[in-house]
């Protein structure tokens, strides 16, 4: 089945009850049994809810997966996936990543014994020189956040299987219209469900995707007793998003490409990360393994001041200055002050995410407005 078939009809059946094409919402806390202890597939809402049930099947099939879960957040997802290790395990992440990435990583688990490296994941000579007998997990966004790296997943499945660790990646940036990870090696992926797949910025969540059965009880048992999990009103309108998916990502595809071509020929600006550019450092790779690059961009200032950054926040009319991405609206952001103020100045910087940088997550409005939105900020400066 082709993806533009799968996003409205994988996972998805009538209901058995009405006949309703559309998924219910089933608002419900628990369900009456037919005697103690047996009941038709679902006995109580935080364990089972058929609305949810339909999400998670039809989240697997999009990234080409056995199994889908879903929880109450992103965060809550990657929660769940950490506490498949224990004291004294090890893990290996790519040191461009989310700032509530790293805040959980370093502020919550570490607390708990878990020990973290962060290293840059393009050179994996020297991400193997950090394995250890402990190396449980290699976590990777791909592409990065705010920077646009995109990693080789293959090469990185390799390195897991090499130290016998588990590759979980974050798909958020390129949901599974752009890229499917687990067709690469990767035997977790994860996303973001607010961003790119409910698409309208109404909706909170997060997915994890995988194959593998032993790991997908593990983690079925996590979500159940820590019970982080959606409700089926969330649910609803994540099913309800995915249907246009695939229409989406190839306006937001088209309008970011566009936008990275225009801002590179300005004068006022240095440098844009942006895998479709031929010039991105990662866009060969973003070529083989993506199927378009999507509507994400960062680009920094000539004149590198926070000042000039905050004078082009200030002015733009159409890109909304606010937390989040993936909508279809525009907005724009400051990593430095915004999603990446958890990760030490230090560290932000090495990685790419200097004190102006300006991030973008452009909308499906029409290319024309956005750029005179673009424009007529930058004469602000």
Not at 161 to 167: H, I, S
């Amino acid at each position: 089945m082709h993806f533009n078939t799968k996003v409205i009809h994988a996972g998805i059946k009538p209901d058995p009850a009405t006949g309703a094409i559309m998924t219910p919402i089933y608002q419900t806390s628990t369900f009456v049994q037919l005697s103690p202890g047996v009941h038709k597939g679902y006995e109580y809402a935080r364990t089972h809810n058929p609305t949810r049930t339909a999400l998670q099947d039809n989240l697997a099939a999009l990234e080409n997966a056995t199994y889908g879960l879903c929880f109450s957040t992103g965060m809550s997802a990657i929660d769940a996936v950490v506490k498949l290790l224990k004291p004294g395990d090890h893990v290996i992440a790519t040191n461009d990543l989310y700032g509530g990435s790293y805040r959980i990583f370093t502020k919550i688990f570490e607390a708990y014994g878990i020990e973290f490296s962060f290293t840059d994941m393009t050179q994996l000579d020297q991400a193997e020189k950090l394995i250890k007998p402990s190396t449980k997990l290699i976590w990777i966004e791909t592409p990065t956040n705010p920077t646009l790296t995109t990693l080789d997943i293959k090469a990185c499945a390799q390195l897991a299987k090499k130290c016998k660790a588990v590759l979980a990646v974050d798909n958020t940036f390129a949901s599974p219209a752009l890229q499917n990870p687990i067709d690469l090696g990767a035997d977790i992926v994860m996303h973001s469900v607010t961003k790119f797949i409910g698409g309208h910025s109404d909706v909170v969540m997060g997915a994890l995707c995988l194959n593998n059965e032993e790991l997908y009880d593990r983690l079925r048992f996590i979500q159940n007793a820590c019970g982080a999990t959606p409700g089926p009103q969330d649910c609803f309108l994540a099913l309800r998003g995915i249907k246009t998916l695939h229409l989406r990502m190839e306006r937001h595809s088209e309008n970011g490409k566009a936008i990275a071509e225009y801002l590179m020929k300005h004068p006022k600006v240095s440098f844009v990360y942006y895998p479709g550019l031929p010039n991105h450092p990662s866009h060969k790779i973003a070529s083989q393994q993506m199927k378009g690059y999507g509507g994400m961009m960062s680009f920094g200032l000539k004149d590198d001041r926070v000042e000039n950054a905050v004078k082009f926040l200030s002015s733009t009319q159409l890109f909304a200055l606010a937390e989040s991405l993936g909508g279809v609206e525009s907005l724009v952001g400051h990593p430095a002050s915004m999603t990446h103020a958890a990760i030490p100045r230090e560290q932000r910087i090495k990685s790419g995410v200097t004190d102006s940088l300006i991030r973008l997550s452009v909308g499906v409005e029409h290319i024309d407005d956005l750029i005179v939105d673009i424009e007529n900020a930058l004469a602000q400066i």
